[in-house]
C-alpha cells in the first residue's frame, strides 16, 4: 500500500491529477454552469466540445483506479448496502487523524486555512443532487427531492445550506478561489460535478452523493468541536453542527429509498454505485494528505 507521500507522488504521475489541469477545469466548470445569456463567440462550440473529451477522461482515469475492486461488490441489494455501510469505517480517507487535530489542536489561522480550502472546492450538494435526479426512478427521484428541499432549508431562506456555509466565510473571513486551491480539493469537486453533468455517470452520482452523507456527520462533529475551541457560537458553526446531525438521517434514507430501490429494479447498477462511491472516498483521501503535508509540515 502506498503511504500518503508516496500516494502524492504517484498521483502527480497522471496528467489529469496536476494543479494546472483541475484548475483549468474548475474554471470551466464554474463557466459553464453559471446562468448567462447566448454566447455569440463562434469558437464556443470547439472549447466546450475539448473540455467535454478532457472532462470524460479525467472521469474514465479516476474510474480506472476502482473498477477492479468495485467489481467485487455484491449486487444484491442487501448485500451491497452492508458493503456501502462499511464504508463509513473501512474506505479510503476514514478516519484520518487530520480531523482529531482540527478539533484538539488546530489553531484559528489553521481551521481557516482547512475551511478556505473546503469552500473553494465545495461542488454545492444540492446543485449535485439538482442534476442527478434527472429521469431518475419515482421512489428514487422522490428522495432526492426530500434531500434537495432539506438543503433549501424547505423553502426558508435562513435554513438553506448553501447560503450556511457562504455565512462562515464571512465569519471566518477567507477568500476561497480557484487560484489559492490546493488541486486535490478542485479535484474532488471537478469529479462530483462530472458524475452528476453525465448522464451516463448517473448511478455513479448516486453512490458519490451517498457515501458523502454517510461518512459526512463525524467528520463534521470534529470540525464543529474546533470551531467550537476558538470561540465560534452555535449560530455560527451552524452548518458543521447541523450536518454532523441530519446527515444521519439523509444516509438512512438514501440507503432505502434510492439505493435500495434502484438495485431491485437493476442489479448491475451496484457496480456504478461503488465506483462512484470510491471514487469520491479516494478524491476525499487525497484532500486530507494534501492538507495534512501543508498543515503539519
Not at 26 to 40: G, K, Q, T, V, Y
Not at 112 to 123: D, L, N, V
Request: aromatic share 8%; hydrophobic share 40%.
Amino acid at each position: 500500500m502506498a503511504t500518503p507521500h508516496n500516494r502524492l507522488q504517484e498521483d502527480h504521475g497522471s496528467q489529469f491529477l496536476t494543479e494546472t489541469f483541475q484548475r483549468g477545469l474548475a474554471r470551466w466548470n464554474h463557466m459553464r454552469l453559471s446562468p448567462r445569456h447566448p454566447n455569440e463567440d463562434s469558437d464556443m462550440f470547439e472549447r466546450e466540445l475539448r473540455m467535454l473529451r478532457l472532462e470524460r477522461a479525467f472521469l474514465a482515469h479516476l474510474r480506472s483506479d476502482v473498477v477492479a475492486e468495485a467489481s467485487d461488490v455484491p449486487q444484491d441489494a442487501d448485500g451491497f448496502i452492508t458493503w456501502f455501510e462499511g464504508l463509513k469505517d473501512s474506505g479510503p480517507g476514514q478516519g484520518d487523524p487530520l480531523f482529531p487535530w482540527l478539533a484538539e489542536e488546530a489553531g484559528r489561522d489553521q481551521l481557516r486555512w482547512f475551511f478556505e480550502q473546503e469552500a473553494a472546492g465545495e461542488a454545492g450538494f444540492d446543485d449535485l443532487v439538482a442534476l442527478t435526479q434527472v429521469k431518475m426512478p419515482a421512489r428514487a427521484k422522490l428522495e432526492l427531492a426530500r434531500n434537495y428541499w432539506d438543503e433549501m432549508g424547505r423553502g426558508n431562506p435562513a435554513g438553506m445550506h448553501g447560503p450556511m456555509l457562504d455565512a462562515l466565510v464571512e465569519i471566518l473571513d477567507v477568500d476561497p478561489t480557484i487560484d489559492d486551491t490546493v488541486w486535490e480539493s478542485l479535484a474532488l469537486a471537478n469529479a462530483m460535478t462530472a458524475m452528476a453533468t453525465h448522464r451516463d455517470y448517473a448511478w455513479h452520482s448516486v453512490g458519490a452523493l451517498g457515501v458523502i452523507e454517510l461518512t459526512a456527520p463525524g467528520r463534521s462533529a470534529l470540525v464543529a468541536k474546533g470551531l467550537r475551541r476558538i470561540g465560534l457560537s452555535d449560530r455560527e458553526r451552524r452548518y458543521f453542527d447541523l450536518h454532523a446531525v441530519l446527515d444521519v438521517k439523509h444516509s438512512a434514507d438514501w440507503n432505502s429509498e434510492a439505493i435500495r430501490p434502484l438495485i431491485e429494479e437493476d442489479p448491475t447498477r451496484a457496480t456504478a454505485m461503488a465506483e462512484g462511491a470510491l471514487i469520491r472516498l479516494r478524491c476525499g483521501a487525497r484532500c486530507f494528505d494534501r492538507y495534512r503535508a501543508i498543515l503539519w509540515k
